[in-house]
């Protein structure tokens, strides 16, 4: 069952976005060569209690760390560790965080120093991907309206997206009906409603849309090793159209921008 917010509750999903999505503002800045996935990791689970919320993904389902990094092929879910990033990596980090009892769900992808052309275009394809998917996050569109917006681009380029792991509902819970692949048929799949709240997620694949996943149990590389890249917003389907919650501009930023940890 999909689960309608009130005024009140999207208020709060609402800070619970912004928090997350200035937090992973953050994240990005601190991405260098030479920095660990840890490090960053530390960084995420302190801004984000510093903010008064919690990291949603810890504990969640036994996931032990606070954000999913995953690098060049590794396509979600990845865990942070020693490994140093370099130059030349891509680098997705996904993070979640719950405030007054509402989750904020948010991810990107990040060039490690100076990458290729053909991984930037990656990155820049599933950005685009994700915004074609806003766009159809309105009242009177169907779930897979949002499906095919993703696909329709994604191939168009040449790229394949991954049909093992898909977006989702989001509220008092991380993973709210419905499920929301990142392909589909227009017209079909359930009819949006205001007040549905949904975290869609673009996963763009160079090469297979297939994945395994590793010995860990969670981290998903795709099944040829070729680089992958996601990105995920939290969006509020509204009567003005969609609004996009973990989206946060430069003035906000400025205004509440979480302190730095020091790892």
Known sequence: MIIGKSRKELEKMRAAGQLVGRVLQELRRMVEPGITTLEIDAAAEKMIRDGGALPTFKGYHGFPFSICASVNEQVVHGFPSSYELKEGDIFSIDCGATLEGFVGDTATTVPVGCVSEDLLRLIRVTEECLEHAIEQ?????????????????????????????????????????????????????????????????????????????????????????????HCEHTIAITENGPEVFTRVTAAAVAEKQPETASV
């Open 137 to 229: 996050c309105r009242e009177g569109r169907h779930l897979g309206d949002i499906g095919w917006a993703v696909q329709k681009h994604a191939e168009g380029h040449g790229y394949t997206v991954v049909r093992d792991y898909v977006g989702h509902g989001i509220g008092r819970r991380m993973h709210e009906d419905p499920q929301i692949p990142n392909y589909g048929t227009p017209g079909k799949g359930a009819k949006i409603k205001n007040g549905y709240v949904f975290a869609v997620e673009p996963m763009v694949n160079m090469g297979t849309h297939l994945t395994k996943v590793l010995k860990d149990g969670w981290t998903v590389v795709t099944l040829d090793g070729k680089p992958s890249a």
